[in-house]
């Protein structure tokens, strides 16, 4: 069965500050992963996408990690700022299936 | 914005009632999706249609139903609802069902009470 895992579950950071989520996966064959960015009250919007032969990809102060080999991605918040406090959803493709393997979130906080 | 509407945004109902969540998506996409999503939980997969046929109907009680009247439009029924069905309820939507690249809407707040 295709599973998803993440943590930690939530988190609390101070502004201007570094934190790093991680997600483990048993989603096979694999096609691609990615990271969602859900805003309290809003739907999750997509901020990287890595395939099998990327192993880093950055959008501004977010850079997501993945090594297929060992089925793990991560995802590292540079710098944080208090738009940043959401739900972070790692998010993993299977070949060939359009049915995406969810993670259950990690929900980040940040404080002044 | 993703280009995907929902509406209501919030809805409170009895278990009596009977109600409708309608989604819209303005992407020219051919693929749509109804999830349900609940506190710490990963998303749940419930209904997926492309080209307006439903090819998805994932294990959902009857008293979900869906409908889709053309590729831009995308209704869930909902009646005699129980209180464990209360979640937030997303639409998504995506180019056809090839394409991993899913767009989500703002959801629907549902209470049952």
């Known amino acids: 069965k295709n599973q998803v895992e993440q943590s930690p579950q939530s988190l609390i950071i101070l502004e201007g500050k570094n934190c790093t989520l991680q997600?483990?996966?048993?989603?096979?064959?694999?096609?691609?992963l990615r990271w969602y960015k859900q805003d309290t009250g809003r739907g999750p919007v997509s901020l990287t996408i890595?395939?099998?032969?990327?192993n880093t990809k950055s959008n501004g102060r977010y850079t997501a990690t993945l090594d297929a080999d060992t089925k793990q991605s991560s995802l590292h918040i540079t710098a944080s700022q208090l738009s940043d406090s959401a739900s972070y959803i790692c998010?993993?493709?299977?070949?060939?299936?359009?049915?995406?393997?969810f993670g259950a979130g990690t929900t980040v906080t940040v404080r002044a | 914005e993703t280009g995907v509407t929902q509406t209501p945004r919030h809805l409170v109902m009895g278990m009596t009632n009977k109600k409708s969540l309608k989604c819209e998506q303005h992407?020219?996409?051919?693929?749509m999706y109804w999830y349900k999503q609940s506190a710490k939980k990963p998303l749940e997969l419930m209904f997926v249609?492309?080209?307006?046929?439903?090819?998805e109907n994932n294990s959902v009680p009857s008293r979900f139903s869906p409908e889709c009247p053309n590729s831009s439009h995308l209704f869930l029924h909902l009646h005699t609802l129980q209180p464990e069905d209360s979640a937030l309820y997303l639409c998504?939507?995506?180019?056809?069902?090839?394409?991993?690249?899913?767009?989500f809407g703002p959801g629907t707040r549902l209470t049952v009470t």
């Open positions: 992407l020219g996409h051919n693929a």
């Open positions: 998010v993993v493709s299977a070949a060939n299936d359009y049915k995406l393997s």
């Open positions: 997600c483990n996966y048993t989603v096979s064959p694999f096609s691609n």
């Open positions: 998504a939507s995506s180019q056809d069902l090839a394409s991993y690249e899913q767009y």
């Open positions: 249609y492309s080209l307006e046929e439903r090819v």
């Open positions: 890595m395939t099998f032969s990327e």
